[in-house]
């Protein structure tokens, strides 16, 4: 049985389970450096990373009971392309699906879904998509929208 919540109770929970941004952002972080599943990694002040990988010393750490590494590896996370970010750099982590995405997949996705009112304060999936990965287009916040609601 699925139970519908508004976003403001989803981020309650989400508070309560993880403590807060910073302990839901770790947790996913840390999920993706063990499984080695791609991801999205937007920024306040940068563009996106896109289908990037999580450097494993972050999933090894918490593997291996080396708990207090964890912070420090937090301050300096390894993409697979070379990128290096603190988790205070992040705005959000978004999966991607291991086998990635065909042409003909990506194009079959409804957009209809981005103009639905899905944010804290009443954004529409479009405007946030457009905010967090930087879009400076209609054209480049399709092929966002149409990635992040195929995944």
């Known amino acids: 049985m ?23 952002l770790t947790h996913t972080l840390t999920m993706l450096s063990t499984s080695g599943q791609p991801t999205d990694v937007t920024f306040y002040r940068r563009k996106p990373l896109l289908d990037v990988r999580v450097s494993t010393k972050l999933g090894a750490a918490r593997l291996y009971g080396l708990e207090s590494h964890v912070p420090r590896l937090m301050k300096r996370i390894e993409f697979s392309n070379g990128a290096i970010a603190s988790l205070d750099e992040i705005w959000t982590v978004n999966p991607m699906p291991i086998g990635g995405f065909t042409a003909e997949e990506l194009a ?31 054209k480049e916040t399709d092929i966002y929208l149409r990635r992040w609601i195929a995944s």
């Open 2 to 24: 699925t139970q519908d919540i508004t976003p403001q109770e989803a981020m309650k929970r989400l508070d309560e389970h993880f403590g807060g941004r910073e302990g839901m």
């Open 108 to 138: 079959a996705v409804d957009l209809s879904e981005a103009e639905q009112r899905i944010g804290p304060q009443g954004e529409t999936m479009r405007k946030m998509i457009r905010k967090t990965y930087h879009c400076k287009s209609r």
